[in-house]
């Protein structure tokens, strides 16, 4: 009976240990609950549809590990995602990320959205060794700490605020617009703060009268007071960087106190996010957004319609620039665990360092993704859209633009009601 039971033991043991190899557990830390949460669980989804491709398939030719099966330089081994919140909270980030490193045993990590909690969630993972894949933080300074093991697949901020004044200026020379008083309007946290530096750097260096600068609270309830002293300066372009709530609050903000600018020119998060104008209605219409990706781009890349496809058809809406973004960066990471033919993390990190995926294998309108020294993918670009009938309308580059720009913006009363 005793050796049965230790033979029962070890046998357990085996199949233990044999079920561990058939998985290879990935960390992902975004803001499951609090302000952000219904873009954390626009990534959530993005995540599971990259995972399902890698461990079941998909019937689309150009994509990688369409042929499922999971890892095939691992005897198949599939993904399992380990999720945790952050909550938007810097300190939860990083706790986070420890519990995943220590206790789940997870081999990487793929977060967080939130420039800040990327920032304190890679710092973990640099003191533990383990490889951090940051698919949509645009905070510049974030591949600028000499980090040996965070990797960031998006362009940054320093790409994306000149992509705004390279824009402006075509404006000019091409439509004839000019462009008077501007003013920012930037939420205060790593990301807002590092994008209001920028702009104060690069308007008057491209020859705009930048009058005004104003941030707020992250987070805020109320933004009347901040508005209040944003109309008083009387821009006619705002230049503005906020996450979801705080960029549905601010658009009703504008339009109680009459706020009417040429153009709102933001900088991605919360503009992009699918809810910005499922609650705004037509009352969201000509923002002018700097994005990453854009479905009227699929004419130009057909995977990037066979992908929003698939996601659209299981989550019923389609990919945003953030969602896209996330999904490329599991497929990336997976990417790198497998050729590293290992799960110990020096492998895959090294593997990241060597990633060269071509343009024609991704969703995202870049050139592909190659990391430099400092982790950044030098491959990535960013484009502008607006917009209009309820849809994002690639814009900018006018090369690549689906629509000509409509500016300035209806005044608020001039607008059609639904």
Sequence with gaps: MRKTFVVALIGAAFAAAAQA????????????????????????NALELAADIVNNGARIRDLPFAAGGGLSNLKGAKIKLVFADHQGNPQTGATEAERLISQEKVVAL???????????ASQVAERYKIPFLNPESSSASLTARGFKWFFRTTPHD????????????????????????????????????????????????????LVKQVTYPAKSTQLTSEVQTLKAANPTLVLQSSYL?????????????????????????????????????????????????????ANRNPLIKEVNDLYASRYKTNFTGNSSRTFTGLMVIADAINRAKSTEPEAIRKA?????????????????????????????????VQIVDGKYNT????????????????????RKQP
């Design 352 to 384: 990241l360092t060597e990633t060269n995926i071509t343009a024609d294998h991704i969703i995202m309108p870049w050139k592909g993704v190659k990391f430099d020294e400092n982790g950044q993918n030098v491959l990535g670009r960013g484009i502008l």
């Design 110 to 120: 793929v977060g967080s959205y939130n420039s800040n909690v990327t920032a304190t």
């Design 395 to 414: 814009v900018w580059p006018f090369n690549m633009a689906a629509r000509e720009v409509v500016w300035p913006m209806p005044k608020w009363s001039e």
């Design 245 to 297: 709530g705080d960029a549905i609050l601010s658009m009703k903000t504008y339009k109680e106190l009459g706020f009417a600018p040429d153009m709102i020119l933001a900088n991605n998060a919360g503009f992009t996010d699918t809810e910005f104008i499922r609650t705004l209605g037509r009352d969201a219409e000509y923002v002018i957004t700097r994005e990453v990706w854009a479905l009227d781009l």
């Design 21 to 44: 190899q058939q998985e290879v557990k990935i960390g992902v830390i975004y803001p499951l609950t609090g302000p952000a949460a219904s873009t954390g669980a626009e990534l959530k």
């Design 158 to 209: 320093d790409l994306f605020v000149q992509n705004q004044f390279d824009f402006l200026k075509e404006l000019q020379e091409k439509r004839g617009i000019k462009i008077g008083a501007i003013a920012s309007f930037n939420e205060n946290t790593l990301w807002g703060n590092e994008t209001t530096k920028l702009q104060a750097k690069l308007a008057p260096e491209k020859g705009y009268n």
